[in-house]
């Protein structure tokens, strides 16, 4: 069972003008995904997501000639060779870094696609788990900058459907996150989890002034308050109130996470599976943060293969925190690419799928249909 062809499909979806969502990134004006298709000599086929890193077309070159080339011939069984011969040539020196760590996680997906699909066996069995439920909060593009009212009824609607936490988007200014906070707690009641995500858009004094805020909400975390390269301004606001602070979804690898940890300032940690090098990179990074007792809440992309993967994922380690859900109004790489990734209990929990590998089949004639659209996808 060799390596005889990879490819990449790097596809987008334009958001129409009132379907678009201000986040503390910008304003969404389309959204792109990287899939990845790994085919083998006796047959089977794999397919992962590479996070498209907002720059799909040089995360799917990267894939298609750098990787392609180093991993051609090799066992597609040999998880571990294949991400260590990856590491040697691209991540350890004079590669490409992030994108280099992106593009692995989607190839690394694939194979642990081909592995279930050549066992026959769910994914989460694969990785020593147990089908189980999974507590999920609404996330995705959702939830963003608008009236209090609004957001309020946005929030909850999304209770109605069986959400039991959902996750607020902040970072705009200190006084209207802290408006649209205290609107969206009110409104809901104390039963209803509420978590927040400012995407990097805080200063120091924004993260100050909002902290006494969420701590008397309840808020149950601040997610990515700065740059996650910023590691001074997480160690000074751990320290502004009780609130704990997430992030991992722009780290990459175990280096990454290992800092991370021993730093003590963020005790959430988010990894996403088609960014931090795939679903054996992401074992090691549970692994490790288990040793500090932290629990992993991984971040989710957009299609419903990373969706699906995030589920066996949880299903599988013995640290595992919420599913992220998309409740995108609008995500057709979730509803129309693939088969359905995920469906949500009335007690708000998901299941990892039950189908081999990771249980879910792709639409080619969608790719085709949905060519890379050039620029960026926040103004």
């Not at 104390?190 to 995407?199: F, G, K, R």
């Given at each position: 069972m060799r390596i005889a062809d990879v490819q990449a499909f790097p596809i987008s979806f334009p958001y129409p003008a009132d379907g678009q969502v201000a986040l503390g990134i910008g304003r969404t004006v389309k959204r792109d995904a990287v899939l990845?298709?790994?085919?083998?000599?006796?047959?089977l086929?794999?397919?992962?997501?590479?996070?498209?890193?907002?720059?799909?077309?040089?995360?799917?070159r990267i894939v298609e000639t750098t990787l392609k080339a180093l991993v051609a011939g090799m066992d597609a069984a040999d998880v571990s060779g294949v991400g260590q011969r990856i590491y040697r040539m691209q991540l350890a020196s004079h590669g490409m870094g992030a994108g280099a760590a992106m593009a692995m996680s989607g190839l690394d997906m694939a194979l642990w696609d081909i592995r279930g699909k050549a066992t026959g066996w769910p994914l989460y069995r694969l990785l020593g788990g147990a089908s189980r439920p999974i507590p999920a909060y609404a996330g995705g593009i959702s939830l963003g900058f608008q009236a209090p009212g609004a957001l309020v009824e946005e929030a909850a609607q999304m209770v109605a459907r069986g959400y039991n936490a959902l996750k607020?988007?902040?970072?705009?200014?200190a006084a209207r996150d802290a408006e649209r906070v205290a609107a969206v707690r009110r409104g809901l009641g104390?039963?209803?989890?509420?978590?927040?995500?400012?995407?990097t858009a805080y200063t120091?004094?924004?993260?100050?002034?909002?902290?006494?805020?969420?701590?008397?909400?309840?808020?149950?975390?601040?997610?990515?308050?700065?740059?996650?390269?910023?590691h001074r301004s997480y160690a000074e606001a751990r320290r502004f109130g009780n609130v704990p602070l997430a992030a991992g979804e722009n780290h990459y690898t175990r280096?990454?996470?290992?800092?991370?940890?021993?730093d003590r300032s963020i005790t959430i940690l988010q990894p996403d599976l088609s960014k931090c090098g795939g679903i054996t990179e992401a074992l090691r990074i549970a692994g490790l943060a288990s040793a500090w007792r932290l629990p992993i809440h991984p971040h989710t992309s957009v299609t419903g293969l990373n969706i699906a993967a995030s589920i066996?994922?949880?299903?599988?380690?013995?640290?595992?925190?919420?599913?992220?859900?998309?409740?995108?109004?609008l995500n057709p790489f979730r509803d129309q690419l693939c088969s359905?990734?995920?469906?949500?209990?009335?007690d708000g929990t998901v299941r990892p799928l039950e189908g081999p590998g990771l249980g879910v089949e792709i639409d080619e004639d969608f790719l085709a249909a949905h060519p890379l659209i050039d620029g960026p996808g926040y103004v």
């Open positions: 990845v298709k790994v085919t083998t000599d006796d047959g086929v794999g397919w992962g997501e590479a996070h498209a890193g907002r720059s799909p077309g040089a995360i799917a607020l988007r902040i970072g705009d200014t104390a039963d209803i989890a509420i978590l927040t995500d400012a995407n120091l004094a924004d993260a100050r002034a909002v902290m006494p805020v969420l701590d008397a909400h309840a808020v149950a975390w601040l997610e990515e308050p700065f740059p996650a390269h910023d280096y990454d996470f290992a800092r991370l940890v021993e066996h994922f949880l299903a599988a380690i013995e640290n595992g925190g919420y599913f992220e859900a998309d409740a995108s109004k359905a990734a995920f469906t949500l209990e009335v």
